[in-house]
């Protein structure tokens, strides 16, 4: 056995590993649809319902922000089956059901672990691919978004036979059979102590300032849009049928986005790519705003979705470029406090601004002006390849 091919048949179990755990705890962002069984069942508003998916990105930074330094002091194999672990007993809890038990189960310890579980996988997947950092980033974010889209016939069969709560505790079975399953995958792995050059790297430095306001414009753009996409399609003429569709297009673009943003800076300067997706994603949501058509909202959708996926990948991927693969998860869960702040403030500006204006026409326009700006401030990125 030559020893490339070795190094690619060694490689086999921690790509596994990460991609299945990915898969995993991506059925996070499959709640939307968890929420009309709950509110029957639990007598609660969409809004109460509805909060608990809000609160979970507390716990999900929090849990990024903890990952490195757990990995410090854990081997991967053992930090992956714990996220995994932990991720099932929050399932657990929110089975009991209790409404107070969604907020702790789901949005606290299920929230929690997935911060964790996004980082350790991040972290051994582009160990394992250490040559196409990219590319490795590209296929953990895509598992991320595939895993509810791959889920969803089953969960919504299990849920109108047994009731949400029971799938809840379906889903933590199989959440902690693959979270134990880490252990084995991952047996004898490894992280690699940081490189000289990028160890003396200060985090906080010009670069990761510019990455983060360049993240966070770009997330509010395609958050706004990913909280309002079959409100805007509707919006603009589209009855009940291509309202969903519109959701659909968003999700697809979504996924496509990933898998080939983060690819392309194995290629390309991160700059350009970063530019290429924000002014793409500002183009299509100028056209839906100015064209003013059914039509024209699904192609606005689609292209703010596969923007959207693009930087998904592209600013992990960046982090593993310009910090590192041994500082990524220190450094990119300090990163994602931007995706936090877009999060938090985004939909809800979106919604505010529609409601006063009873039109999405505005809130297209700034997710445009926001997206075009995160394209224009990664300009100011150094050169990748020069820091690697």
Do not use: K
């Amino acid at each position: 056995m030559t020893r490339a091919r070795g190094a690619a048949v060694a490689a086999l179990g921690p790509l596994a590993a990460a991609l299945l755990l990915m898969l995993a705890l991506g059925v996070f962002h499959a709640w939307s649809l968890f929420v009309p069984d709950l509110e029957d069942r639990l007598d609660l508003s969409r809004a109460a319902v509805s909060s608990v998916y809000a609160l979970a990105v507390g716990p999900f930074a929090l849990g990024m922000l903890m990952a490195p330094a757990l990995l410090r002091r854990m081997p991967p194999a053992a930090c992956a089956a714990a996220a995994g672990l932990v991720a099932a007993a929050g399932l657990l809890v929110a089975s009991t059901g209790a409404a107070w038990a969604l907020w702790v189960g789901f949005a606290g310890l299920f929230g929690l672990a997935n911060g964790v579980g996004y980082i350790v996988a991040l972290q051994v997947i582009q160990v394992a691919l250490p040559r196409r950092r990219g590319l490795a980033t590209s296929l953990a974010v895509t598992a991320y978004a595939a895993g509810p889209a791959l889920l969803i016939p089953l969960l919504e069969l299990s849920i109108r036979r047994l009731g949400v709560f029971d799938t809840f505790a379906l889903i933590a079975a199989g959440v902690a059979l693959l979270g134990a399953l880490q252990l084995a995958l991952l047996r004898g792995f490894r992280l690699p102590a940081p490189e000289p050059h990028h160890e003396r790297l200060p985090v906080y430095d010009r670069t990761f300032r510019v990455l983060w306001v360049s993240f966070f414009l770009a997330a509010a753009a395609g958050l706004a849009t990913l909280a309002h996409a079959a409100g805007i399609v509707s919006s603009l003429g589209g009855g009940a049928a291509t309202a969903a569709l519109g959701a659909a297009l968003i999700a697809l673009g979504n996924a496509v986005g990933r898998l080939v943003g983060g690819s392309l800076t194995d290629l390309l300067e991160v700059r350009w790519v970063l530019l290429a997706a924000g002014a793409f994603g500002a183009g299509a949501l100028v056209a839906g705003a100015g064209i003013g058509t059914a039509a024209a909202g699904l192609a606005a959708v689609a292209g703010a979705g596969l923007s959207y996926g693009a930087i998904s990948s592209t600013y992990p991927a960046a982090v593993g470029h310009f910090y590192g693969t041994a500082r990524l998860g220190r450094v990119y869960a300090r990163l994602f406090t931007a995706w936090a702040a877009a999060g938090l403030t985004a939909p809800v500006a979106a919604g505010v601004v529609f409601d006063a204006a009873e039109s999405y026409t505005i809130v297209l326009i700034v997710a445009a002006l926001a997206a075009l700006g995160s394209g224009a401030v990664a300009l100011m990125l150094p050169s990748a390849r020069g820091q690697e």
